[in-house]
């Protein structure tokens, strides 16, 4: 006999399910049911299941169970049925009877039973049922939230996660997480359905109100739903709640709407006794289906501007109520306006960039009279809405037309400053810093501590190429501490402030900080709904994990980046999201060039063909993807230099530019080409001191090295390389150049030094999930290991590559057999690899011996 415990939802039945599956693949029969009273004595009981040939029997939600059950259990703990038997018997602890408990204990206490308990998942555990990364922001969160319950977690994941869709939970999940209530009589139904709607306002008085009914009838209803433990009390005073708040909102949407309209009329005028506030009110204004008077109209609106920084949407839905419900007077013009701008303030926060943005211009261009603040709040959001649109040249002159018509102390010129700041340094206009500064100066005077703070972060970014970056640091850590004092509810208020600290900590090399500010601001803008800078924050983490973290976290996080800025409507954060997961992909996939290339030809697709705020990054993904996918040409070389900044600077030059450089010199450095000396030179002439540049630096220097053949010097750049990526906690570049390293060590016949690099850069890489670089040291092992081929067994390749290995063993170099075969060289040395592979060669000079070898040995 086995006890299986376990609170509601924790997969009890799930498993007795599970259980029974088993029992029939084994050809075991089953009495499967759930608890209910039996007329039979447990003697017969048995004695029929023993006739009927009956192995297992399965019993659920046995905490309900009458006499006849435990009679049961008490015979079997105290006289073990000879006939080989399974009881499974499934209960909730706190509610099953003290008699039940009782003779389980006994059971256990005699060896003829045992038990196990279905506690609560673990982070990790959750992560696993959800298929995700536990380090994923919005997994813990789920997870918190439903304590560790499988059934809340999924639930909430559907509800809440990432991939949630505008719909609802499908009926039959609802259906089984409400099925408890389904059998209840109506009053406790009733009772149950009031403090759904009541929320954190539920208790006895105001659910007696609620739910219409008697004090009586309420009082047995709550009795009984809290021995069901479908109510519990919450806190102290005498509030009640459902099991879960998961379960109050699905029980919401189960409402019958009648009854719930009127029902929401009846706690309106128990919350306005109370005084309660304006929020609190105005969500039952809403949800009554009653036309809302003046002074409803009012609530809503005080009750949204509560609400903006907490629940956008709920924010946007009230203030569109308030505007249909406003009347079309001349006293009530002024509020329209101040609503109107409102409503397209909530818009931007929750992801409606196009509404938003449409919202702006009509109060903008139609409102006759509106105060100078209320109209530079219009204009920054109108502004911001357009950026994230990629409109940036509209953006841009609304902010300087209305800048332009402002005076130096006119009331909100700060947020006409501080938007034109990040337009000009998002969209790298010249005299970006000037503008910053600018702002900086508005800020100072007005003694905006927060706004200050988060601008001298923007001018660290705007600087990053000149700046000297321990005054940058130094200012960059004053603005994160101002930052890091806010609460999560002030810091929403400059949420994008948070993405900028994070961006320039990781530019300057601090990854650890960088970490914990875009975290934070990811997890403050999912709990408040602030749709719109997700991706922000998701890509700028997504490029931070690919670097110091696990390279398939970051392509998760670049993927849903994607997703929501799709979902926004922002085509260039899409772009970026999707040129970001390219560039997790070409490490996370093993051997696999077509993925990464797929998404990085996306990406310069949507980027090129409408405004962006990083073309250049964009372009130097697509570029990574053609040269870790061995498909880069020459022309494709020279087409993808002009994209990302090899004639003039683009936007990003500032951050990607040296590594675009340093990729660059190893293209032409794979193909035997000596322009790859010209990339390091240029790499190393860009260089403004940052942390994060000189590994790139001197990676460029050692692909010159290369491509001169100068391979004992390119490998003792190479380690110094990785060891300037160690320091910085840079694993996959680190690994890289180590495995670069040994093939430059390879080709020298040092082969025990490479194989000792190649084995830390296959440790390194593993602990970053980096699959692409385990193959390419795993190849150069390969090429390592054992003698050449014997000859005579060129028969192992195939037609062409027997073609590649005669020109290559005759002393070729690569560009001129991909001259004589109509090739690329990149396919001649992807060629000239599976022939090393193949014939146990570990260089073109071994390859070169063994040609004549067998040309010797010709009859």
């Known amino acids: 006999m086995i006890e299986l415990v376990g609170e509601p939802g924790s997969g009890k039945t799930h498993l007795l399910a599970e259980l ?70 499934a209960h909730r602890p706190r509610q099953a009877s003290s008699r039940l408990r009782s003779a389980l204990a006994q059971g256990v206490e005699r060896s003829v039973a045992g038990t196990i308990e279905l ?21 813990r969160e789920v997870h918190d939230r439903a304590s560790g319950v499988p059934l809340y977690l999924l639930l909430l994941a559907r509800m809440h996660g990432p991939d949630r869709s505008q719909g609802t939970v499908p009926e039959h999940v609802v259906a089984l997480a409400l099925s408890e209530l389904a059998s209840l ?14 929320g954190e306002h539920a208790d006895l008085d105001a659910v007696m109100a609620v739910a219409d009914l008697s004090p009586a ?17 919450t806190g102290t005073g005498g509030w009640l709640g459902l099991r879960h708040p998961v379960l109050a909102e699905l029980l919401y949407g189960a409402i019958e709407s009648s009854w719930r309209a009127a029902a929401h009329r009846r706690a309106l005028a128990v919350l306005v006794a109370r005084r309660a506030p304006a929020r609190d009110q105005a969500e039952h204004i809403e949800r009554s289906l009653t036309f809302p008077d003046e002074e409803e109209v009012a609530l809503l609106v005080r009750g949204a501007t509560q609400q903006m920084w907490s629940d956008p949407v709920v924010a946007a839905r009230w203030l569109r109520r308030a505007l249909q419900a406003m009347p079309d007077e001349e006293p009530w013009h002024a509020v329209r306006v101040k609503t109107t701008v409102l409503l397209g303030q909530a818009l931007v926060c929750s992801g409606e960039l196009v509404a938003a943005r449409d919202k702006f211009h009509e109060i903008l261009d139609h409102a006759t009279v509106m105060p100078a603040e209320l109209r530079c709040t219009a204009v920054a959001a109108c502004s911001s809405a357009s950026l994230m649109l990629g409109n940036h040249a509209e953006a841009r002159a609304l902010l300087v037309t209305n800048l332009a018509n402002l005076t130096p102390d006119t009331p909100g010129r700060l947020r006409i400053a501080v938007a034109l700041a990040f337009v000009d340094v998002l969209s790298g206009c010249p005299g970006a810093d000037q503008r910053v500064d600018q702002a900086i100066e508005l800020a100072q005077g007005q003694g905006a501590d927060v706004e200050l703070a988060g601008l001298s972060a923007l001018r660290v970014i705007s600087g990053l190429g000149t700046a000297d970056v321990a005054v940058a640091a130094r200012t960059l850590a004053e603005s994160a501490a101002t930052f890091d004092a806010l609460d999560d509810l002030s810091a929403t208020r400059s949420i994008e402030y948070l993405a900028v600290i994070g961006w320039a900590e990781s530019a ?45 976290r970051a392509w998760r996080m670049a993927e849903e980046a994607g997703k929501t800025a799709e979902r926004i409507g922002s085509q260039q954060l899409y772009a970026i999201a999707t040129a970001e997961q390219s560039l997790s992909a070409v490490w996370a996939l093993p051997g696999d060039a077509g993925e990464p290339l797929k998404l ?49 600077p683009l936007a990003d030059s500032r951050f990607g530019r040296i590594s675009s450089f340093e990729m660059f010199a190893a293209m032409y450095a794979d193909m035997n080409d000596p322009r790859a000396g010209q990339w390091a030179d240029r790499a190393d002439r860009a260089q403004s001191g940052l942390p994060t540049q000189r590994g790139y630096v001197i990676g460029a220097r050692a692909h010159a090295a290369r491509a001169a053949d100068d391979h004992v010097r390119a490998a003792a750049l190479y380690q110094e390389a990785a060891g300037a990526f160690r320091a910085l906690g840079i694993g996959c570049e680190e690994a890289r150049m180590l495995v ?120």
């Not at 900080?513 to 403050?524: K, M, P």
């Not at 070729?812 to 022939?835: F, N, Q, W, Y």
């Open 508 to 552: 300057l090399g601090r990854f650890a900080a960088a970490d914990r500010h875009l975290t934070r601001g990811l997890r403050i803008a999912r709990k408040a709904g602030h749709v719109h800078v997700l991706p922000v924050f998701l890509a700028a983490l997504s490029q931070l994990n690919r670097h110091v973290g696990s390279v398939t």
């Open 185 to 198: 009589p109506q009053p406790d139904l009733t009772v149950a359905w009031s403090v759904a709607l009541l």
């Open 119 to 139: 506690g609560p998942l673990s982070l990790s555990e959750s992560a696993q049922l959800l298929g995700s990364d536990p380090g994923d922001d919005w997994v």
């Open 600 to 648: 990085a030809k996306t990406a310069a697709a949507v980027a090129w063909s409408t405004p962006s705020w990083c073309p250049g990054g964009i372009g130097s993904a697509l570029a990574r993807a053609m040269w870790f996918g061995r498909s880069a040409t020459r022309w494709s070389l020279t087409r993808l230099i002009e994209m990302t900044g090899g004639k003039e």
């Open 740 to 859: 670069l390293a040994a093939g430059c060590l390879a080709r020298n016949g040092t082969v025990a030094e490479a194989t000792a690099l190649l084995d830390t850069a296959k440790e390194t890489a593993r602990r970053h999930d980096a699959h692409w670089l385990i193959d390419r040291a795993e190849e150069w092992e390969e090429q390592l290991s054992g003698s050449p081929a014997d000859a005579g067994t060129l028969a192992v390749l195939t037609d062409r590559e027997r073609e590649i290995a005669l020109h290559a063993g005759s002393g070729k170099r690569t560009r001129r057999i991909a001259d004589e075969l109509v090739l690329s060289p990149r396919t001649v040395d992807l060629h000239l690899g599976r022939i090393y592979r193949k014939l146990n060669v570990s260089s073109r000079a071994a390859l070169v011996r063994l040609i004549a070898e067998m040309e010797l040995n010709l009859p």
């Open 20 to 89: 029974a599956a088993e029992a029939n693949r084994r050809g075991l029969r089953i009495l499967n049911g759930l608890c209910a009273e039996s007329p039979q004595t447990a003697r017969s009981f048995l004695d029929r299941c023993a006739e009927a040939g009956t192995r297992v029997v399965l019993i659920d939600d046995a905490h309900r169970a009458e006499d006849g059950v435990l009679d049961l259990v008490e015979f079997l703990v105290h006289r073990p049925w000879p006939a080989p038997m399974l009881v499974v018997i």
């Open 217 to 233: 009838d309420v009082t047995h209803a709550v009795s009984r739903l809290m021995r069901a433990e479908l109510l519990r009390p």
